[in-house]
């Protein structure tokens, strides 16, 4: 497991003995620092537009993308209220054409607080590569 950011303190305090923590600035340094062959990415409250293609390519065959962020419409219930950090209407459908995506949503949540997001679920591959159950803590479901 791998675990990037520009700040590793908050990523340092929480990775176990399995995660490898680098410090990459993604809006900085050359994308091709992020790496491939990941099984799965995840990107919460983030957006910068010239990564998206490096977030793709980093992916593994059967690696699965899970991205959610603001969108427009954002800018009345708070920050960020900058449009170069909102996302267009279905804006992460067009960034990923590449990757097969599982389930996609855009509009108006009110938890943890009231925002306009997008979300997106997305695969490297066709669906047959994802497997039947996955435990998230570590072990297979399917397993007694």
Same mark, same amino acid.
């Given at each position: =497991?791998?675990?990037?950011?520009?700040?590793?303190?908050?990523? /340092?305090? %929480?990775? &176990?003995?399995?995660?490898? $923590?680098?410090?990459?600035?993604?809006?900085? !340094?050359?994308?091709?620092?992020? &790496? !491939?062959?990941?099984?799965?990415?995840?990107?919460?409250?983030?957006?910068?537009?010239? %990564?998206?293609? *490096?977030?793709?390519?980093?992916?593994?065959?059967? &690696? +699965?993308?899970?991205?959610?962020?603001?969108?427009? &419409?954002?800018?009345?219930?708070?920050?960020?209220?900058?449009?170069?950090? %909102?996302?267009?209407?279905?804006?992460?459908?067009?960034?990923?054409?590449?990757?097969? $995506? $599982?389930?996609? @949503?855009?509009? @108006?949540?009110? +938890?943890?607080?009231? *925002? +306009?997001?997008?979300?997106?679920?997305? +695969?490297?591959?066709? =669906?047959? %590569? /994802?497997? !039947?159950?996955?435990?998230?803590?570590?072990?297979?479901?399917?397993?007694?």
């Amino acid at each position: =497991m791998r675990a990037v950011d520009r700040d590793t303190t908050a990523l /340092l305090a %929480l990775a &176990g003995p399995r995660c490898e $923590v680098r410090r990459i600035d993604l809006e900085t !340094d050359d994308g091709r620092q992020l &790496g !491939d062959d990941y099984d799965g990415i995840i990107v919460t409250n983030y957006l910068h537009r010239p %990564l998206l293609p *490096a977030i793709a390519r980093a992916l593994a065959p059967g &690696g +699965v993308l899970i991205y959610e962020t603001f969108a427009r &419409g954002n800018e009345r219930f708070g920050r960020p209220r900058n449009p170069d950090f %909102l996302l267009r209407p279905g804006e992460l459908l067009e960034a990923f054409t590449t990757l097969t $995506v $599982v389930a996609f @949503e855009q509009g @108006e949540v009110s +938890v943890p607080r009231p *925002a +306009v997001i997008q979300r997106l679920a997305a +695969v490297l591959g066709p =669906m047959g %590569l /994802l497997p !039947d159950a996955v435990d998230l803590r570590g072990s297979d479901r399917t397993q007694p």
